[in-house]
Structures are given as C-alpha cells and as structure tokens.
C-alpha cells in the first residue's frame, strides 16, 4: 500500500515538473479517458474491499471504459454535438458512487461493524 502511494507521490511531482502541453484537440479526449480511469480505479477497489475483486474485469473494465468515452468524444465530434458531457456526466455519477461505497465500508469496519449485505427487501423499501 506504501509503495503505492509513494509512486502516486512521485509520479505527481515529476508530471508537474515537466514541460510538456497537450495539444487542444486531444483534451478532451484525454479529460475523459482520465474520468473513465478513475471511475475504473475507484470500483476496483470498492470490489477489492467488498472481497469481489477480478483483475481481469478490472483491465477490461478499464480498458473498455476508456476506449468507449473516447469513441463518445469523437462521435461528438463528427456530428457536431458536445457527446461528451453524456460520457463525463455517467462517469461522474459512478465515480460518486463508488466513492460513497468505499466511505461506507470503510466507516462500518472503523466502527466495528461487519460490511453485510442487506436482504433485498428492505433495500427496496428504503427506495420507495
């Protein structure tokens, strides 16, 4: 976990020192393949703490999710529509509900709760 966060550490101290730009037409392609990064990064280890983790959903995931913003991007781009916020809009609903799952989970077992799933009937009850 230590050298994880040394490596995130490191890798933003040598991304901000040095000089490079990205050109303007490849933003937004790279702003949301970042969302869908971090969207992918955040259920991975919701999964993770949950005991659901896969690795190879997790690559695919990721891979998928990038490539598929990116693709909403560009068909925006050839009709001429901003297609993209429906990329960043899903994205950051899911990256919000991951986030809420983890700070969930990670209260309950900082109080001592065991994580159990709730029977479906009173989840649906709640909704309603």
Known sequence: MWYLLAALIVG??????????IPAILA?????????????????LRASLEG??????????????AVLAAAFVYLGDVLGIELYLAAVVALGVRIFNNLGRIRRHLLKEWMGE???????????????
């Open 28 to 44: 937004r392609y790279l702003a949301v393949s970042l969302l869908a990064g971090v969207d992918t990064s955040l259920g991975g």
């Open 52 to 65: 659901d983790f896969d690795i190879a959903i997790f690559v695919t995931g990721f891979l998928g999710n």
């Open 114 to 128: 065991t994580a159990q799933p709730r029977p479906k009937a009173e989840v649906n009850r709640e909704r309603m």
């Open 12 to 21: 933003i101290i040598i991304g901000l020192n040095i000089p490079w730009t």
